[in-house]
């Protein structure tokens, strides 16, 4: 109405409103609220309001574990231990032929999987016999064709093996409905490993002799082929022994060199002396018989030249030196004739011993390179013959190792403990039952919680309308009915108007002179003299409230007025006065005067505008000027003028009643309506220019609100009830 009056106005779009109405930013707001997004309190608070579900919930699950616990089979488990033995003694030196793979951690795991494996559990059922371990609970046996396969699914679905740590000890276990199976089938399952293990081993060496003989048996063969091969090869070509024959050319090669040197040496002095002999300087020297003849020449030409000299050429010595002379010259002739044949001879001989030499060395070398070729070709053939007969008594060896060591083969396993008949079932566990059902239970009860919680779309304190809504709240209404020591009488619409003016000092009445206080009704800055309270939907208790706050603040000795606004129900009118011809519809029609139409409730004080009981209402004279102007006439007259609207949300003339009063009085019932459906309503009311001032809870269950109603006052109503009357 009045521009002052929008000053109390709480904006709705970009901040809320605190408890006290003053205005909170979208960020200090979103602080605030998000400052604890673990909220203990409420949460403890919704356990208390819910904590009748949350117990049947609990003692349903519960009694559905111990169901199950006593229906569950029990069951026995036994177990087994086993070892790997990181070392294999040998009953005899050097019987192991075979490659032994060192115990490692990878060994015992390959362990683990075999002793799982479908093949040992075959064996354990063939061992046992199908019967026994097939056999139902009972103890009938079985007779079904698949009765093996049957048995073989039982030992490996009941089979636990694992290793124990990092060791080489493997605990086997296994889960059975009949003690006795429990514990034969482990005992079963490691003997059966360790025999199957000594079996391989012994099939192996089977296996490698078997190999070994045959392999041995071609080999033979191929020595003798060899060792042929090189007798034949050594009669062929002569050679006895390729080192020795080849030592024995090569000295004879040396000799031969050493001879054929001398040789050469001698051809050449023969062929110098022979060259000298031809050179007449050097005949004198030939040989000492001409050195003679050459002296006797040389003293008889002295002679001669003497006697010529003293008796001249005719004496008669001279003529017998020069025939002593001829004789010297004819001697010297056939001496230097001899000595030259003779030097030719030698020559002569001198080359022949070379040439024959060196035939000879031709000859030793041509024999020492076919020698050589020759003995390649039979290196190599021994070398073969000795490669085969290496291999041969290699493999005749370890085929002699292996037969001295068949049937001596161990196991690398060994039993550290046997499986024993349990006393006692393992399952089913009363602790696990009863832990995993109490964690079960408190889990079905929180569940059951969040769906309660989903589902209820109702705002249940101060707190969550202020949170949800954005809007103050003015106050919280009780339900009479839920009000200790107040008993209301069913059907009876103006049962709390009436307790209200019964019992004004109670937490009844409280509650409205908390919603007037917080309009500042009665005040002396009292602002909002017009007041429409609505609704979002019907049945929120919106037309109680608003005759119980026009009753207040009339006892509160103020004049007050309560405007019928809502022409399809007269919930007001119906409720205070009942019947009446006449009402607010005749007023703004001019058919009747206001003061005529005003009924005054003698127990208050206050004045009811009644709808008329006119079976043709004309809706659209509520959002007519002629209204406006009522509504103003009204305030003129009245300290608070209490307008009564229909609900919002179906309604639209609501929305524009609503915005012609000075303010606006939202209520929405406690737990009941949706906080979807209160935004929507809020926001028409928005849309339309009304002024909403805040809120107010209704019908508030004062017993479960004092007991979880966290973010209420009422949740301390316990604490100062008594000073209510």
Not at 533 to 550: D, Q, R, Y
């Amino acid at each position: 109405m009045s521009a002052s009056v929008s000053g109390l106005v709480p904006k709705r779009k970009g901040s809320k409103m605190d408890m006290a109405g003053s205005h909170v930013t979208d960020e200090q707001f979103d602080r605030e609220t998000g400052a604890k997004l673990i909220d203990l309190k409420r949460i403890f608070a919704t356990i208390r309001r819910r904590q009748w579900w949350i117990v049947g919930a609990m003692l349903v699950v519960l009694a559905l574990t111990a169901i199950a616990y006593v229906a569950a089979p029990r069951r026995f488990t036994a177990s087994a231990v086993l070892a790997l033995d990181r070392r294999v003694d040998e009953l005899m030196a050097g019987q192991d032929t075979q490659a032994s793979l060192p115990t490692d951690s990878p060994t015992v795991d390959t362990a683990v999987q075999v002793l799982t494996s479908t093949r040992l559990a075959e064996e354990v059922v063939d061992r046992l016999g199908v019967s026994t371990v097939a056999r139902p609970t009972g103890g009938q046996p079985v007779t079904t064709v698949g009765a093996r396969s049957a048995a073989i699914s039982k030992v490996r679905g009941g089979l636990q093996v694992k290793r124990t740590g990092l060791s080489y000890a493997i605990t086997v276990g296994f889960d059975s409905t009949d003690p006795q199976l429990a514990a034969s089938i482990p005992n079963a399952v490691v003997d059966q490993y360790i025999l199957d293990q000594r079996g391989d081993k012994e099939g192996a060496r089977g296996r490698e002799g078997k190999l070994l003989a045959d392999r041995i048996s071609q080999l033979r063969g191929q020595v003798i082929q060899a060792e042929s091969a090189v007798a034949r090869y050594r009669a062929a070509t002569n050679l006895i022994d390729v080192q020795k024959d080849s030592t024995a050319v090569q000295q004879e090669i040396s000799v031969l060199n050493t001879q054929l040197a001398g040789a050469q040496a001698d051809q050449a002095a023969a062929q110098a002396r022979l060259s000298a002999l031809r050179s007449s300087s050097t005949q004198s020297e030939a040989s000492n018989l001409l050195r003679e003849l050459r002296s006797q020449q040389a003293q008889l030409s002295a002679q001669r030249a003497d006697l010529a000299g003293r008796y001249g050429s005719l004496h008669p010595d001279l003529a017998k030196i020069e025939r002593q002379l001829a004789d010297i010259d004819r001697s010297i002739a056939a001496e230097t004739s001899r000595v030259r044949s003779g030097a030719q001879s030698d020559v002569q001989v001198a080359s022949g011993r070379s040439s024959a030499i060196r035939s000879s060395l031709s000859r030793a070398e041509g024999g020492l390179a076919a020698g050589n070729a020759a003995s390649v070709q039979l290196a190599e053939l021994q070398r073969n013959a000795d490669s085969v007969r290496g291999l041969y008594q290699t493999l005749l060896d370890r085929y002699r190792q292996s037969v001295a060591g068949q049937g001596t083969d161990q196991s690398n396993a060994y039993v550290i403990s046997r499986a024993t008949v349990p006393n006692s079932a393992t399952s089913p566990m009363l602790t696990l039952f009863a832990g995993g059902g109490l964690l079960a239970a408190i889990l079905a009860a929180a569940l059951l919680v969040l769906v309660l919680e989903f589902f209820e779309n109702g705002l249940k304190s101060r707190q969550d309308v202020e949170t949800e809504l954005g809007v103050p709240v003015m106050g919280s209404v009780p339900d009479l009915k839920t009000v200790p020591g107040v008993s209301m009488p069913r059907n009876d619409p103006m049962g709390p108007a009436n307790y209200l003016v019964e019992h004004g000092g109670s937490v009844f009445g409280e509650a409205f002179r908390s919603i007037r206080g917080a309009l500042r009704i009665g005040h002396a800055d009292q602002i909002i003299r017009s007041l429409a309270v609505t609704s979002a939907l019907p049945g929120e208790g919106k037309t109680t409230t608003a005759i119980c706050l026009a009753r207040s603040a009339a006892l509160a000795g103020q004049r007050v007025v309560l405007v019928d606004c809502d022409v399809r129900r007269r919930a007001s009118s119906r409720t205070m006065v009942g019947q009446v011809n006449s009402g607010l519809t005749e007023v703004l029609k001019g058919e009747i005067a206001l003061d005529a139409a005003l009924i005054r409730d003698t127990v208050s004080g206050a004045y009811i505008l009644a709808q008329g009981t006119s079976k043709t209402s004309d809706y659209d004279l509520l959002v007519a000027p002629v209204m406006q102007k009522l509504v103003t006439d009204l305030c003129n007259q009245f300290d608070l003028v209490v307008l009564d609207t229909a609900p919002v949300l179906p309604l639209a003339e609501a929305r524009v009643v609503a915005a012609m009063a000075d303010g606006v009085l939202f209520v929405t019932r406690w737990r009941h309506t949706p906080a979807n459906a209160s935004r929507l309503a809020l926001d028409m009311l928005g849309r339309a220019g009304a002024h909403v001032q805040g809120a107010a809870l209704t019908l508030v269950n004062m017993k479960e609100q004092a007991r979880s109603g966290y973010g209420d006052e009422m949740m301390y109503y316990n604490k100062f009830k008594q000073y209510y009357a």
